[in-house]
T-cell receptor, first 113, second 113 residues
C-alpha cells in the first residue's frame, strides 16, 4: 500500500530561525513529489514539485530536496516568518495505474515572535 | 480573475438530510476532485472526474454522490447514508491527468446539527 509519512507531527520555532520538515514515502513506481502549504481553514497551495531526476527545488525561502533512492524528501524553511505558520503537506504521485496521489498527514508549524 | 471557488464556507446538516456542496472552476481544467479532511489526518479522496460526464470513486465514496455535467462544475452531495459527515471538504482541479498539480478551493466546513 502506498504511504507517505511526515515528521515531526508538529513544530514550534522562533521567528527568524530555520527548520526542516521530513517526508518518507513508499509510493512506487514514483512519478513526482509535491509540498503544499495549508493555512488554517484554507485550501492547500503548491510550494514545489520534483520529479525523479531532480534532487532540489527552491521557491523563495522554501527549499525542497528529494532522494529517490531512499524515498525521502525534506522541506527546509529559511529565516522563518510569522506567516509561515501553517500545515505543510507532502504529496507523492505514482507513475502508472490509477495515478492517484497519496497525501501525508502534514506537519503543523507554529512560528512565534 | 481565474480560480476555483467553493460554497458555502460553512454548511449545517440535520439528521437524515442530503446536502450539496458547490465547486466551480474557471481554469479550463479537465480534472476535478473532492477530498475530505479530518483533524490529524491526511486528505482522503472521495470522488474524481477527468472528463465531463465521467467520474470515479476514490477511497471513501460511500455516502457521497457527484455529477459532472459541465466542465467547470463538480458538485458533491453528502447523503443521509454518510453517518459521520462532519469534516472539512476540499475541491481541487488540474489539467488532465491526476499527476498534474492540483489547485484547491477554499473549502467547505460541514457540521451536523
Amino acid at each position: 500500500k502506498n504511504q507517505v509519512e511526515q515528521s515531526p507531527q508538529s513544530l514550534i520555532i522562533l521567528e527568524g530561525k530555520n527548520c526542516t520538515l521530513q517526508c518518507n514515502y513508499t509510493v512506487s513506481p514514483f512519478s513526482n513529489l509535491r509540498w503544499y502549504k495549508q493555512d488554517t481553514g484554507r485550501g492547500p497551495v503548491s510550494l514545489t514539485i520534483m520529479t525523479f531526476s531532480e534532487n532540489t527545488k527552491s521557491n523563495g525561502r522554501y527549499t525542497a530536496t528529494l532522494d529517490a533512492d531512499t524515498k525521502q524528501s525534506s522541506l527546509h524553511i529559511t529565516a522563518s516568518q510569522l506567516s509561515d505558520s501553517a500545515s505543510y503537506i507532502c504529496v507523492v504521485s505514482p507513475r502508472g495505474g490509477s495515478y492517484i496521489p497519496t497525501f501525508g498527514r502534514g506537519t503543523s508549524l507554529i512560528v512565534h515572535p | 480573475d481565474g480560480g476555483i471557488t467553493q460554497s458555502p464556507k460553512y454548511l449545517f446538516r440535520k439528521e437524515g438530510q442530503n446536502v450539496t456542496l458547490s465547486c466551480e472552476q474557471n481554469l479550463n481544467h479537465d480534472a476535478m476532485y473532492w477530498y475530505r479532511q479530518d483533524p490529524g489526518q491526511g486528505l482522503r479522496l472521495i470522488y474524481y472526474s477527468q472528463i465531463v460526464n465521467d467520474f470515479q470513486k476514490g477511497d471513501i465514496a460511500e455516502g457521497y454522490s457527484v455529477s459532472r455535467e459541465k466542465k467547470e462544475s463538480f458538485p458533491l452531495t453528502v447523503t443521509s447514508a454518510q453517518k459521520n459527515p462532519t469534516a472539512f471538504y476540499l475541491c481541487a482541479s488540474s489539467t488532465r491527468g491526476t499527476q498534474e498539480t492540483q489547485y484547491f478551493g477554499p473549502g467547505t466546513r460541514l457540521l451536523v446539527l
